[in-house]
């Protein structure tokens, strides 16, 4: 073998290991991503549960006194832990500089759109706010739907699996299709 052959083998040799560097370490920061994203989606499954339970409870004024107070401790809990994921903003004015670590800054948006509904529900006359709180509730949803971006994540998903978890149908695209489903449904739901 000469000088060139050597070369040109030890060339073929780091692009190879090159590539497998990348491949593996683009797979394994969508790895991380994607446990990131799984432990955030739990805690808003178990967020907002706690907000469309005490939406009904309201609805009813609260005739379960203990449970509005579990549900409301519960909700202050999963605020506080929703900390370690958006933590306060700092607008490099010193605001809240005198608090502890976790409450230096201001609080975060996606954060305030709970404290707003604690606080309406906390009220005796929360029923009247019920229309508040289901804006701050779809807010909320909103926001963390920005953050998380799910069309992005379906995308980059499919690109490290090869594999389609939407397919983009609509109710309207089922009836197109065909026509009788609807009055299957509809006919079967007495």
């Not at 000469?2 to 692009?15: E, H, K, V, W």
Request: with cysteine.
């Amino acid at each position: 073998m000469t000088t060139s052959d050597y070369i040109a083998t030890g060339s073929l040799l780091i692009a190879c290991a090159a590539f497998i560097y990348s491949y593996l370490t683009n797979t394994k920061k969508y790895e991380l991503k994607s446990q990131y994203r799984l432990e955030i989606l739990a805690w808003y499954s178990d967020t907002i549960d706690i907000l469309i339970r005490l939406k009904i409870e309201a609805k009813d004024d609260f005739n379960n006194q203990e449970l509005k107070k579990d549900l409301l401790s519960r909700l202050s809990a999963k605020i506080e832990i929703g900390r370690f994921y958006f933590p306060n903003v700092d607008k490099g004015d010193r605001f809240g500089e005198e608090k502890p670590l976790a409450y230096k800054g201001y609080r975060n948006l996606l954060l305030d759109f709970l404290v707003f509904s604690y606080q309406v529900y906390e009220r005796p006359n929360s029923k009247k706010y019920l229309k508040h709180v289901e804006k701050f509730q779809q807010h909320f949803t909103s926001h963390l739907f920005e953050i998380l971006d799910p069309k992005a994540f379906l995308k980059e998903t499919k690109k490290h699996t090869n594999k389609t978890f939407s397919n983009e149908l609509i109710f309207e695209d089922l009836i197109q299709k065909d026509p009788d489903t609807i009055d299957y449904y509809l006919q079967n739901l007495t």
